[in-house]
């Protein structure tokens, strides 16, 4: 007969891929233990695997929590009556907006999506890729005589974007949510208008 599920299992499981993400982050996931996690958890160790086999199943639940929330907030963004600069702006302030909080979980995927399966891998920057396609679509109908004959051009403009948004909790991470909108909006507008709009 199955284990039945605890009604705080949702909850318990969401502190799990918090805690772990901090410890990853800060230790570096190949240094990181999944007892240091029960520990952090305030669980057994034995207990830490009724919900998950290994580190790397914990990892993978970490990276795709966070970027299919990421993915669904951001693309879902309703821009109805906006035109393609407004869209961009609201899409970089949703953007920055949705790393608050999430500095270990945001950090942590240059080193651990690499380390997972390629099934897992493949589903994982699928998110990303989706994000990356719709900002892309936004950048590319503001200046679509830049961009139409010229893609390398619109994926350096977009990736160099998220560039200034992904490494923001580096120098700032203790930015609140008036300071990431003051932010989002100074990069919005390096990217319409270059340094001269500022």
Same mark, same amino acid.
């Given at each position: 007969?199955?284990?039945?599920?605890?009604?705080?299992? @949702? %909850?318990?499981?969401?502190?799990?891929?918090?805690?772990?993400?901090?410890?990853?982050? @800060?230790?570096?996931?190949?240094?990181?233990?999944?007892?240091?996690?029960?520990?952090?958890?305030?669980?057994?160790?034995?207990?830490?695997?009724?919900?998950?086999?290994?580190?790397?199943?914990?990892?993978?639940?970490?990276?795709? &929590?966070?970027?299919?929330?990421?993915?669904?907030?951001?693309?879902?963004? @309703?821009?109805?009556?906006?035109?393609?600069?407004?869209?961009?702006?609201?899409?970089?302030?949703?953007?920055?907006?949705?790393?608050?909080?999430?500095?270990?979980?945001?950090?942590?995927?240059?080193?651990?999506?690499?380390?997972?399966?390629?099934?897992?891998? &493949?589903?994982?920057?699928?998110?990303?890729?989706?994000?990356?396609?719709?900002?892309? @679509?936004?950048?590319?109908?503001? %200046?679509?005589?830049?961009?139409?004959?010229?893609?390398?051009?619109?994926? %350096?403009?977009?990736?160099?974007?998220?560039?200034?948004?992904?490494?923001?909790?580096?120098?700032?991470?203790?930015?609140?949510?008036?300071?990431?909108?003051?932010?989002?909006?100074?990069? &919005?507008?390096?990217?319409? &208008?270059?340094?001269?709009?500022?």
């Amino acid at each position: 007969m199955s284990r039945p599920i605890a009604k705080d299992h @949702d %909850a318990k499981r969401i502190h799990i891929l918090h805690v772990a993400a901090r410890l990853f982050a @800060d230790q570096g996931y190949a240094r990181a233990s999944m007892s240091q996690v029960a520990k952090e958890c305030g669980i057994s160790k034995a207990n830490i695997y009724h919900y998950y086999s290994s580190k790397d199943a914990l990892l993978f639940d970490i990276l795709d &929590t966070y970027l299919s929330a990421l993915r669904t907030r951001i693309t879902s963004l @309703d821009l109805d009556g906006l035109n393609p600069p407004e869209q961009l702006g609201r899409v970089i302030v949703e953007t920055l907006q949705s790393y608050e909080g999430m500095d270990h979980e945001h950090k942590i995927q240059t080193e651990g999506i690499p380390l997972l399966p390629e099934d897992q891998q &493949t589903i994982l920057k699928s998110y990303q890729r989706e994000m990356v396609v719709h900002m892309s @679509d936004i950048v590319g109908r503001i %200046a679509p005589e830049v961009f139409a004959d010229d893609p390398r051009k619109l994926r %350096a403009t977009v990736m160099s974007i998220f560039g200034m948004l992904n490494w923001f909790y580096m120098w700032n991470s203790n930015a609140g949510h008036e300071a990431r909108d003051e932010y989002a909006k100074l990069v &919005t507008k390096l990217t319409l &208008t270059g340094v001269h709009g500022l």
